[in-house]
């Protein structure tokens, strides 16, 4: 199995950053897909940003380019989400997430294209 711990979340005023680390352990070698969801109260997780290890690529929401950051320290296992210039619309549970699949293709992921999960962890910016 592959585990995801996020930490990093916590309360921020608006224009404020946060940078969310996910650590990443068990059976992770093949997890060429990397993400970071966000989920509103009674809505569908969203994808703030993915990256694939082999090409490089990253893609970001529209909501969030320019603001968000994501990277990854291979020497930790660690993927990490930089938020800046924090709103109080991006209040919300941030999820890491992994799969295995080739991930050539970056844009247009979804929650459904991801099979391992992280717990969560809160943001709010307020």
């Known amino acids: 199995d592959v585990q995801l711990v996020e930490s990093g979340g916590g309360s921020v005023q608006p224009g404020g950053s946060l940078r969310l680390s996910c650590e990443v352990s068990?059976?992770?070698?093949?997890?060429?897909?990397i993400g970071w969801f966000r989920q509103y109260p009674g809505k569908e997780r969203e994808r703030v940003a993915s990256?694939?290890?082999?090409?490089?690529?990253?893609d970001y929401a529209d909501s969030v380019k320019g603001r968000f950051t994501i990277s990854q320290d291979n020497a930790k296992n660690t993927v990490y989400l930089q938020m800046n210039s924090l709103k109080p619309v991006d209040t919300a549970i941030y999820y890491c997430?992994?799969?295995?699949?080739?991930?050539?293709?970056?844009?247009?992921?979804?929650?459904?294209?991801?099979?391992?999960w992280g717990r969560g962890t809160q943001v709010t910016v307020s």
């Open positions: 997430a992994v799969d295995r699949g080739p991930c050539t293709v970056v844009r247009g992921l979804r929650s459904k294209d991801f099979t391992y």
């Open positions: 068990g059976s992770a070698d093949g997890t060429n897909c």
């Open positions: 990256f694939g290890k082999k090409s490089g690529r990253t």
